[in-house]
């Protein structure tokens, strides 16, 4: 009896100080994001910079909010990141999910070669790519264009590496039987693979939406009109106008990461189960 006890109060401590450790870890990461929440509600009044640090706005006020909104051209930006969204991440799926099919499932010479080298650009600097994809982008005539913004980043070694991954966890037997019905190899992967790798495209839809949405140096490399800012290259535009007053652009901030909470929270039931399986593959 006295064992069984020691042995439930060991399990008991053992769960309190893990959960206390992920505690400590939550506060950790979550801290910085309140205090940013709270000095976007803080007043002129109230010091921001007070130590230890007051999350409690008083009074709050929406002032910074409606003036980051109006001062600059924030909905335009806002819009010009919704419409990149709605190109980048679709076709960002269909391409990876095209591309990493055969790389997988089928047989044909080179293609480990063809494989490695594109796991081998996951290794390269992004701003060692910069030189070279601005010459290539100038030659064709995108600069200072959506083009010459979205062409680039509609594939990436990552995203067909973890599609792979999830075609090889799938068993063989499916794809014979296809075969058998007659099916060609077009067929199979759009009525058989793709959505049997729903999970993967949804955390691959993660990833692609915050690349997107927080894409900050490619733009402000290859745009010259201000009208085709995304958010991200903005909110930089944001923090020169407003250099002196954090509390707009703590707001600023905080408007451009709603969408990606939102987007990540209609996702997160797939997003887990997405990376699991392709990590198993």
């Known amino acids: 009896m006295k064992t069984k006890r020691k042995s439930l109060w060991i399990q008991w401590t053992r769960k309190a100080f ?8 939550a506060a950790i990461f979550i801290g910085p994001f309140l205090w940013l929440l709270s000095t976007a509600f803080k007043s002129n009044a109230q010091d921001v ?3 230890p640090p007051s999350f409690i706005p008083n009074p709050p006020v929406w002032d910074h909010f409606v003036e980051a909104w109006t001062v600059v051209p924030f909905p335009r930006y806002m819009l010009n990141s919704f419409i990149l969204i709605m190109i980048m991440v679709p076709t960002h799926l269909f391409l990876t999910a095209l591309t990493a099919y055969p790389l997988a499932r089928m047989n044909f010479p080179g293609r ?26 100038e030659k064709l005539g995108m600069v200072d264009s959506w083009w010459g913004l979205i062409i680039p980043g509609l594939v990436g070694g990552f995203s067909v590496f973890l599609m792979r991954q999830a075609y090889l966890s799938i068993p063989k037997e499916l794809e014979e039987a296809a075969i058998l019905d007659g099916c060609g190899p077009f067929r199979i992967w759009w009525s058989i693979m793709l959505p049997l ?11 692609s939406f915050i690349s997107v ?5 490619w733009p402000l490399i290859i745009l010259k009109n201000d009208q085709l800012y995304p958010l991200a290259l903005g909110l930089a535009y944001l923090s020169g106008t ?3 007053d954090v509390r707009t652009m703590a707001a600023g901030t905080v ?9 990540y929270l209609l996702m997160q039931r797939y997003f887990v189960s997405g990376l699991q399986g392709a990590i198993k593959g």
């Open 242 to 244: 407003f250099n002196d």
């Open 197 to 207: 790798t729903r999970p993967t495209l949804a955390a691959l839809s993660v990833f």
């Open 18 to 25: 893990m959960y206390l450790l992920l505690i400590l870890i």
């Open 213 to 217: 949405w927080n894409s900050f140096i």
């Open 49 to 51: 910079f007070t130590f």
């Open 255 to 263: 408007i451009s990461l709603l969408p990606v909470i939102i987007f």
């Open 112 to 137: 480990d070669f063809i494989f490695y080298a594109i796991i081998g650009t996951m290794f390269l600097p992004e701003e060692g790519k910069l030189v070279p994809l601005f010459i290539i982008v």
